[in-house]
């Protein structure tokens, strides 16, 4: 099974609060990234990195902000979380030497904003 | 429009039956598919991962093809379990592991009666 491991694993707040969903893997990936996953729908990419003090924004827009200060942890922080932040949110995590890039997920955050 | 579609969305089969789901992909370039079983409320965990090279690729009562040519992949279940009752994802990766874009299908939603 993959070392990678996401907290808290549900969490319901009201709107306005601050919000962080840790990640964190214990196998030495360079690559990790968050994704957002809604019942039914493909994942989206929100937020990547490739190394400490690397993010990136994904595909899909995103209000959460990321950071990468040690390779084996990246938080994704919600200053104010809204109602349309509801979602289920995954990290995964992966190493540039793979020949194929693969994907070691988290067991996910699911997020309800009230 | 998606680059990756599934078929189908949804599929009930009886326990001990076999089944096959459908990934077609008009990405370009293409690196390598890769399928995904999500069980509810987890992340998804890797099932196959095949190049341009590969056609079948097994894990167990999974198997998987693919055809380069025609864009399409397939993952056959043999002798269907209660536990093989989840979400199927279909990704494709359009380069090598440091630079490629992953695009995502819907995912089929397998479930399987007693």
């Known amino acids: 099974e993959a070392d990678i491991y996401q907290t808290p694993r549900y969490l319901v707040i009201g709107t306005g609060k601050k919000i962080t969903l840790e990640c964190s893997q214990t196998?030495?990936?360079?690559?990790m990234y968050w994704y957002q996953q809604d019942p039914g729908m493909e994942l989206h990419l929100i937020h990547y990195s490739y190394g400490v003090n690397s993010t990136e924004k994904g595909d899909l827009s995103s209000e959460s902000t990321v950071s990468r200060i040690r390779t084996e942890h990246f938080p994704l922080t919600l200053e104010s979380a809204r109602p349309s932040h509801t979602s289920q949110y995954l990290c995964?995590?992966?190493?540039?030497?793979?020949?194929?890039?693969?994907?070691?997920f988290g067991e996910g955050s699911r997020l309800t904003v009230l | 429009k998606n680059q990756v579609e599934q078929s189908p969305q949804s599929l009930i089969i009886l326990e001990g039956k076999n089944c096959t789901l459908q990934?077609?992909?008009?990405?370009?370039?293409?690196?390598?598919l890769r399928w995904y079983k999500q069980d509810t409320g987890r992340g998804p965990v890797s099932l196959t991962i095949?190049?341009?090279?590969?056609n079948t690729k097994s894990n167990g009562r999974y198997t998987a093809t693919l055809d380069a040519d025609t864009k399409q992949s397939s993952l056959h279940i043999t002798a269907s379990q209660l536990s093989d009752s989840a979400s199927y994802i279909c990704v494709v990766s359009d380069r090598g592991s440091t630079l490629g874009r992953l695009y995502f299908g819907r995912g089929t939603q397998l479930t399987v009666w007693p």
């Open positions: 095949m190049t341009f090279s590969e």
């Open positions: 196998m030495g990936h360079d690559k």
């Open positions: 990934c077609n992909y008009t990405v370009s370039p293409f690196s390598n």
């Open positions: 995964a995590s992966s190493e540039t030497r793979s020949n194929t890039g693969e994907l070691f």
